[in-house]
């Protein structure tokens, strides 16, 4: 007959403590690798649009791509891809053009951060705020705070 492993309350509550810890570091990890994923697929949207079929024009974005592509995607895949949100993937290619430093920025900020950091007109200002989001741990709401502060033409 096997004897039942009797374990302290100290133990016990030390060994959930652990579980807990691993699977709040394991969901952390799954929505840092969503979003980074989340990211990028917009980004190559963008890059797919703007490239192919605006030829690189800035323009309006093509007065019908965007509503017919949309109307297309919507039914299947959700408000994630209205127009307005296509019109961001193309912005987030034309702002941050190069595929490695959105790698590495989707790593640390989530689309919300990028969608605020796009208001920002000047590249040197999207450039600072995205360093300060990462290194100060900004999340959206303060980030807008201090765009909305002109933190960046206050401290340039």
Known sequence: ???????????????LNEIRGMIEIARERVAVAV????????WHIGYRIRKEILGNKRAEYGEEILP??????????????????LARMIKINECFGDKKIVVTLSRQLNW????????????????????????E????????AKIGSMLFERTA
């Open 1 to 15: 007959m096997k004897r039942k492993k009797v374990i302290s309350k100290e133990s016990d509550k030390a060994f």
């Open 35 to 42: 979003n980074a994923e989340l990211t990028m697929l917009y």
């Open 68 to 85: 017919t592509l949309s109307a297309k995607l919507m039914p299947v895949y959700g408000s994630g891809f209205s127009e307005r949100n």
């Open 112 to 135: 919300s951060h990028f969608i605020e950091i796009l208001s920002v007109k000047d590249p040197l200002a999207r450039e600072f705020y995205a360093e300060m989001c990462i290194v």
């Open 137 to 144: 741990g900004w999340n959206v709401r303060t980030l807008r």
